[in-house]
């Protein structure tokens, strides 16, 4: 007998690998044996696969398969090879083509009524697929609309096993069954509200511009009622559309979550807000078997937001400070690492105190001074070091609310359209070079032969570094928001008011 042979796809991370699947029948005793380190669920995908082939009508026969995973080292997660063993076994027997699936990358869980499931990770998995020189890929029908994504790949969708195996040279009748597809799963939007709702709060409103001008990290402190949520929720509405390389990254990292993507590439940043009560593991991701993105993966592109910042366990907050350095999550395993996009925009908020009234007008706080500084002293300096805007917000007062209506707001539509202006003059000053935000570019460079700022200009800046009020790191961070203030302003280069601004950005925990 002829050995069926295959190929699926194992993700670790983002990162797709080609797995080529054997299917040997042997005159041993009856048994199927499934070798090449399979996790639980996928171990089990003998027993599935023999009950789907005999319910699909193109049962197994009665012999000993032995079914191969190569390369037999890498260790291999989920459900999604069940289409391709069961092809490999039929192509072993006899039943369909070893030439036609020897040519495929097959996707997908079988049910025990030979029903092809929605499987995680497909456009991750096509996108490797593609990359790996294949052109045809088998998928089950819930998937098609994914998987058609990935451009120049021919996706063939079925809906289960005895169509699998039709289309592969198969002599079966065809037999209509219902598609199992994915169940609606009910996502927040992004963009919540519009940015002329905000009453007052023009100097924040001014410090979120900066930030999605230049893609700044922010920290916001204030008393409970200041806005530091709905400031927050406005933020990814400031932001550009998403390339079609960041669309695809969002998309995939979607996939992977098992989150909704749809027939089109998301195209605007996200938004992740977390419960305080997340571990270390749901920020930056993690799992004892399969690794899976946590929120700050998923936020990647966009926008993460953690409020109540204090309240966060600071094992987890302080999993974050790599990722806001290299813009890479990076999971260590013992027999694996599995690497994640970590470029999002990191805005935490927090009350001055226990109590939330330190510092508020008209409010009187009962918290003992130690209380306060425990309560602070929860982010870490090195955290903190790593925000390039530090704002304290206000609550508003009842003159600012009666002023509200006649004073035009600035609408997100608008404040976007400041944003991507000041992106693009961004961009253009930074064409050759790796990167294209403000915030990415070293501290080296700012300070190099080409962009270095004069010293009266750095004057305030430098006597802050001397009297140890900012770090080294802290130094070029300010640097880095006063470009993206010269930015927004459309000047050519930063003057003394612009770094004034961007160090006033930073005294949040001071005032």
Known sequence: MPIGRTYAVSLLGLEGAIVEIEADLSNNLPGFVLIGLPDTALGEAKDRVRAAATNSGCGLPNRKITVNLSPAALPKHGSGFDLGIALAALAASGTVSAESIDRVMHIGELGLDGRLRPVNGVLPAVLAASRAGFGIVMVP???????????????????????????????????????????????????????????????????????AAGGHHVFLLGPPGAGKTMLAARLPGLLPDLDPQAALEVSSIRSLAGLPVGSSLTTRPPLEAPHHTATAAALVGGGSSQIRPGAAARASDGVLFLDEAPEFAPAALDALRQPLESGIISIHRANSVAHFPGRFQLVMAANPCPCGQWGARDSECTCPPNSRRRYLARLSGPLLDRIDIQFRVERITSAQLRLAGEHPSLSTADARAKVTAARQRALARLTATPWRLNSQVPGSYLRGRELRLAPKITAGLDRALERGGITMRGYDRVLRVAWSLADLADDERPDDTHVGQALYLRKAMSQ
């Open 141 to 211: 029908s819930g998937n098609a609309d994914e998987a058609s994504l990935v451009p120049g790949m021919r996706v063939v969708a079925v809906p289960s096993l005895r169509d699998a195996a039709i289309w592969h040279g198969g002599e079966f009748e065809p037999q209509p069954v219902d598609v199992i597809t994915r169940p609606i799963v009910e996502t927040a939007t992004a963009e919540s509200g519009d940015l002329a709702d905000m009453i007052g709060s023009g100097d924040a409103i001014d410090a979120m511009l900066v930030a």
